[in-house]
């Protein structure tokens, strides 16, 4: 019995650990357009879903957005986005902010749009995402960029 107590506690303390960290590699979207179309697109898609952008450097083909609150959101939904664990009574936890970061590639015929985000939980705790945030965005700059740029 004493073997198995110091067992049980490990499993316990596991199960209120925060999932894996582990990112799921991404080759982005690409996009039949030059990379001065799709970055446009790009900067157009942050303006329109209203993330605030701290870094951006066409030179690097980066834009990092700032870090912002996910308030509001209606937490089955923000839960789709990202998985951020379940806490000790076993209630899902949901992401409370949220930071996205693009990177544009490309040369005067086509280019590569990468979304990264990252969901952090009210705990602190980083959040593995679903894919789902990149997914939507890279499409919507595809989308915006191969119909000609803004619109």
Known sequence: MRRILPVLAVLAF?????????PTPRSG???HASFATAWTA????????N??????DRASG??????????GQPSYTANEFADCGKDFMREYLHPNSMAYNVRIRGDSTS????????FVSPQGNECTTRGVVESLIETRIK?????????
């Open 51 to 56: 993330i605030p952008i701290l870094t951006i």
């Open 62 to 71: 980066l834009i990092v957005g700032e870090t912002v609150r996910a308030s």
């Open 14 to 22: 596991a199960a209120c650990s925060p999932p894996s960290l582990a």
């Open 143 to 151: 989308e915006k960029a191969e119909a000609g740029g803004p619109r």
């Open 111 to 118: 280019a590569t749009a990468q979304l990264t985000a990252r």
């Open 42 to 49: 790009a900067v157009d898609v942050f303006a329109e879903r």
């Open 29 to 31: 979207t690409t996009v």
